[in-house]
């Protein structure tokens, strides 16, 4: 009685520990599934022509370990560029023509944040 009392907590025990390790293998956070901050998250380059330069940044708090460098890129070339990124940090430079421009930043796991530069 005592040994099959043993081999079925051995079992019980075992069971578990297989069990434990199969669920708390798949506890990574998925691809994009983390927001980056970026600031500002709207930027507005109407108003004159003197300011053609607008800086970008993702916040620490946002950013895990490792996921530096950072992939800088915008929706349409034509009206500007991220000439210069380097950190948590990407300056755009817009072109002389005008409307909407998406920001877009995305970290080494996915994670993924965007920006709006009006001009």
């Known amino acids: 009685m005592k040994k099959s009392l043993f081999v079925v ?5 075992a069971s578990v520990v297989v069990l434990g390790s199969v669920l708390l293998s798949g506890c990574e956070e998925g691809k994009g599934t ?13 108003s004159g ?26 929706s349409n070339p034509a009206l500007g560029n991220i ?3 380097g950190g948590r940090t990407a300056a755009y ?5 005008h409307g909407d421009n998406g920001i877009f930043v995305e970290d080494q796991f996915g994670a993924e944040g965007a ?3 009006r001009q």
């Open 9 to 13: 907590a051995s079992v019980a025990m």
């Open 34 to 46: 983390h927001a980056l901050d970026v600031s500002p998250s709207f930027a507005d380059l109407t």
């Open 49 to 74: 022509f003197t300011n053609f330069t607008q800086t970008f940044t993702v916040s620490e708090e946002s950013l895990r370990d490792l996921s530096l460098p950072l992939v800088w890129r915008v």
């Open 83 to 85: 000439t210069i990124s």
């Open 93 to 97: 430079t817009r072109s002389n023509a």
């Open 115 to 117: 920006a709006t530069i």
